[in-house]
C-alpha cells in the first residue's frame, strides 16, 4: 500500500470520527418533542402516582455516571415546583423497561403530562433550565382530551 493513501485513509477516518463525535456531542441534554400518544402506567414503571401537572421520569443504571448528577438537578425541580412528580427507574434489572421506552444510554429522562403521555424526552446530562422551560411549556398547553 502506497503511505499517501494510507496517510490520506488515516485522515479521512479522523475526520469522520470527530465529525460523528461532535454530533453525538450536540444531541445531548436536548429536548426531542414526542407524541407517542401511549399513556404510562405508574405502575409499570415501580411508583404509585403521577404527579398533577407533570412526571419527570429518570431512566439510569447502577454504573451511570452521569446519572446522580441528573437525580440531583430532577429532585431540586419537583422541590420547587407544585404538581410535578420525579420517578427514578433504575433499568439495570429491568431491561424490559429499557427495551419497551427504548432506552439506548443512560441517564434518559422522560416528561409525561398530567395524563401520562411522553410529551418529552432528554437523552444524556441534561440543564436545569432546559427541563423547566419544557415543563413551563407543557404546564400553559390546554388540557388535551
Excluded: N
Amino acid at each position: 500500500m502506497d503511505v499517501t493513501l494510507a496517510l490520506l485513509a488515516v485522515v479521512a477516518l479522523v475526520v469522520l470520527t470527530t465529525s460523528a463525535g461532535l454530533v453525538f456531542r450536540h444531541r445531548q441534554g436536548r429536548a426531542r418533542s414526542v407524541d407517542s400518544g401511549e399513556v404510562v402506567d405508574p405502575a409499570v414503571l415501580g411508583a404509585d402516582r403521577l404527579g398533577a401537572e407533570a412526571t419527570l421520569v429518570q431512566f439510569s443504571t447502577e454504573i451511570c455516571s452521569r446519572c446522580p448528577g441528573v437525580r440531583r438537578v430532577l429532585s431540586e425541580i419537583t422541590a420547587s415546583r407544585d404538581g410535578v412528580h420525579y420517578i427514578d427507574v433504575d433499568l439495570t434489572h429491568r431491561p424490559d423497561l429499557a427495551q419497551h421506552f427504548r432506552v439506548l444510554q443512560t441517564p434518559t429522562t422522560l416528561v409525561l403530562d398530567r395524563r401520562g403521555t411522553i410529551r418529552t424526552r432528554f437523552g444524556g446530562a441534561i440543564e436545569r433550565t432546559v427541563v423547566e422551560s419544557e415543563l413551563t411549556r407543557l404546564q400553559k398547553e390546554p388540557t388535551r382530551a
